[in-house]
């Protein structure tokens, strides 16, 4: 999944399960979320942070939360390992 598209379905699920606790607008969040797809740090926290939020939701998309959690964690890895840049 393109980071964009990870972005819109990141947001549009943490904000089913109200995941986040953010009072700015939908797209304010997307640009946000999609912005700091480069830092492996900020992926990796994410992820931490769903996995600790969704464990008191009982009526969840599971296989929706396990699609998310694997591409972030697919571009968290590729953040991680990639070459540095050439100069």
Known sequence: MNRKKLANELT????E???FNISCG???I?????????DPVFVE??????????KNHDDMDIDRLIILLSDL???RLELEYKEPEKV
């Not at 549009?12 to 904000?15: R, S, V």
């Not at 926290?45 to 969704?54: E, T, Y």
């Open 12 to 15: 549009d699920f943490c904000l």
């Open 45 to 54: 926290g994410l992820i931490n942070m769903i996995i600790v939020k969704v």
């Open 30 to 38: 997307k640009r946000r979320i999609e912005e700091q797809f480069i």
């Open 26 to 28: 939908t797209a304010e």
């Open 17 to 19: 399960y109200r995941i």
């Open 73 to 75: 964690e697919r571009l």
